[in-house]
C-alpha cells in the first residue's frame, strides 16, 4: 500500500470534521445573540449541539489530526516505514464510522450526560478497538526502528496511548454514582486535556518547530523533565473543577498543589519552544507563525489552569464564560494551531511538492489568530465580570446574563473570522493535494 495513505487519509478526514463542527459552533455562537434562532428544531437546540460541537472538535478534527500527524512523524522518527498502511486504513474507517455515530445519537439526544463521556457505550467499545488498532500500529513501528535513540516527540505519543487508555477505561467504567461520579467525570474530563491533547500537541510541536526552522532542539535534556513532570503531575489536578463542591477539603488541596506544580513542565516545553525558535521569530513563514503563536496561546493557557485553580480566583471565575475561554484557548489557541502548523508542513512534503497558495495561509493565519484573540478575550473579560456579579447578591441572575450580550455580540463577529480561515486552510490543503494531478500552485 502506498507510504502515508493512513496519515494522508487521517488528515483529510479531520479537517472536513472541523469544518463541519466549528460551523456547529458558530451556530451556538448564533443563539447566544439570537436565541430563537433555529428554535423549533430539536436536533439544532443547544443541549444537543454542544455536545456534538465539543466532541466532533475533540474527536473527529483534532484527535483524528494528530493521529495522522503521528502516522507521518512515528516513520520517519525511526526511519522505517509504518507497521501497517492496511492496519492505518482500517483504523480510520472505524474512526469514521465512531464520529458519524456520535452525531446521530448526540443530535437525537442520547447521551451519557456527562463532559467529554457523553458517547453512548458501544461508541465508547468502538473507541477504544479504534485506540488499540492506533497502538498497535505506532508501537509496531517503533519496536522495528532504525535509530537507537527516540527522539521526544516517540515519548509523548507511547505516553499518550499509554495514558489515553488508563483515563479512558477509568472514566468510562459504569460503577461510579452521586458525588464519586462528579469526580471522576472531572478527573477525566480535565486528563482529556492534559494527557491526550496536551502530550499529543507538544509531540508535534517538538518535531515541526525544528524541522519548519532549521534549527536544532534547545534542549533534548528539557524535553524529557517536561514529559517525566507532566506524566507524574498532571493526573491529580481535576478535582480543582469542582471546588466548593461535595468532595472532601483535602482532596481540593491536593488538586490546587498539584495544579500549580504543573508549572514545572510547562515552563520546561515553553523555554525549548522559545530556544529551538530563535532567530526565526521575525522572519517566520505561515508554519513558524502557528507554531509560534500556538506556543504563546500553550503558555497563557498553562497561566491561566493553576491560577483559577486558586480558591480566590475560583470563586470568581468557576462555572462563568471565562471558563470556555479557557478551554478554547488549549484546544483552538494552542493544540488547534499546532496541528495546522503540522498539516501545512507534511501534506507538501507527502505530495512531494510545493503548498497551494502561500498567501492563502498567511490569510488563514491572521483570520484565526484575530478571529480567536476577539473570541477568546470577550469570554475572559465577561466571563470574569458574570463571576463578580454573581457574587452580589443585590443583582438578579437574569440582569447578569443581559449584561453579557455585549460580549456574546463580540464573539459572534470573533468567530466569522475563525470560520473564514478554517475555509480558507481547507481550500489551500485540498488544492494542495490536487496539484499531483497537473493543477498549477498559486504564486507566493
Request: proline content about 3%; some cysteine; overall charge positive.
Amino acid at each position: 500500500m502506498h507510504e502515508d495513505k493512513s496519515a494522508k487519509w487521517f488528515i483529510f478526514v479531520s479537517i472536513v470534521f472541523f469544518l463541519v463542527t466549528i460551523l456547529i459552533g458558530f451556530t451556538m455562537a448564533i443563539k447566544f445573540v439570537f436565541p430563537e434562532f433555529l428554535g423549533g428544531v430539536g436536533i439544532f437546540s443547544f443541549g444537543r449541539i454542544r455536545a456534538i460541537h465539543t466532541n466532533g472538535v475533540l474527536f473527529g478534527w483534532l484527535l483524528a489530526a494528530d493521529m495522522g500527524l503521528a502516522y507521518y512523524l512515528v516513520p520517519r522518527l525511526c526511519g522505517v516505514k509504518l507497521f501497517s498502511e492496511k492496519l492505518g486504513i482500517a483504523t480510520l474507517l472505524l474512526w469514521v464510522v465512531i464520529v458519524l455515530g456520535a452525531v446521530v445519537t448526540l443530535a437525537s439526544g442520547q447521551t451519557q450526560a456527562r463532559e467529554y463521556l457523553e458517547l453512548v457505550m458501544w461508541l465508547d467499545v468502538l473507541v477504544t478497538v479504534a485506540w488499540v488498532m492506533f497502538a498497535v500500529n505506532i508501537f509496531g513501528t517503533i519496536a522495528k526502528r532504525k535509530y537507537p535513540q527516540m527522539y521526544v516527540s516517540l515519548w509523548y505519543i507511547m505516553g499518550t496511548i499509554f495514558w489515553t487508555a488508563l483515563i479512558w477505561i477509568v472514566g468510562n467504567l459504569p460503577v461510579y454514582s452521586g458525588v464519586n461520579d462528579a469526580n471522576v467525570n472531572w478527573w477525566f474530563g480535565h486528563n482529556a486535556v492534559g494527557l491526550i491533547f496536551t502530550p499529543l500537541g507538544v509531540a508535534t510541536a517538538y518535531y515541526f518547530i525544528p524541522k519548519s526552522t532549521g534549527n536544532p532542539l534547545y534542549s533534548h535534556r528539557l524535553s524529557l523533565i517536561g514529559f517525566w513532570t507532566i506524566a507524574f503531575l498532571y493526573i491529580w489536578t481535576g478535582a480543582h473543577h469542582i471546588l466548593f463542591g461535595p468532595i472532601p477539603v483535602w482532596l481540593q488541596t491536593v488538586a490546587i498543589v498539584f495544579s500549580i506544580s504543573l508549572l514545572i513542565p510547562v515552563w520546561t516545553v515553553i523555554a525549548n519552544f522559545f530556544g529551538t525558535l530563535k532567530g526565526k521569530w521575525a522572519q517566520g513563514n505561515y508554519i513558524v507563525k502557528f507554531l509560534m503563536s500556538g506556543t504563546v496561546f500553550y503558555l497563557l493557557t498553562c497561566i491561566q489552569g493553576p491560577m483559577h485553580s486558586l480558591r480566590s480566583v475560583n470563586q470568581i471565575v468557576s462555572k462563568t464564560d471565562w471558563i470556555p475561554g479557557h478551554a478554547h484557548m488549549a484546544v483552538f489557541g494552542a493544540f488547534s494551531f499546532f496541528a495546522i502548523a503540522g498539516i501545512y508542513f507534511a501534506v507538501p512534503k507527502i505530495y512531494k511538492t510545493t503548498l497551494f497558495s502561500a498567501k492563502l495561509a498567511e490569510w488563514h493565519f491572521w483570520l484565526s489568530f484575530v478571529g480567536f484573540l476577539g473570541f477568546s478575550t470577550s469570554l475572559w473579560i465577561g466571563g470574569f465580570l458574570q463571576g463578580l456579579q454573581w457574587m452580589d447578591h443585590t443583582i438578579a441572575f437574569i440582569d447578569t446574563v443581559k449584561a453579557m450580550s455585549p460580549y456574546y455580540v463580540v464573539r459572534l463577529l470573533s468567530a466569522v473570522l475563525m470560520v473564514a480561515g478554517q475555509l480558507l486552510f481547507a481550500l489551500n490543503i485540498f488544492k494542495t493535494a490536487r496539484i499531483q494531478a497537473g493543477e498549477p500552485a498559486l504564486a507566493a
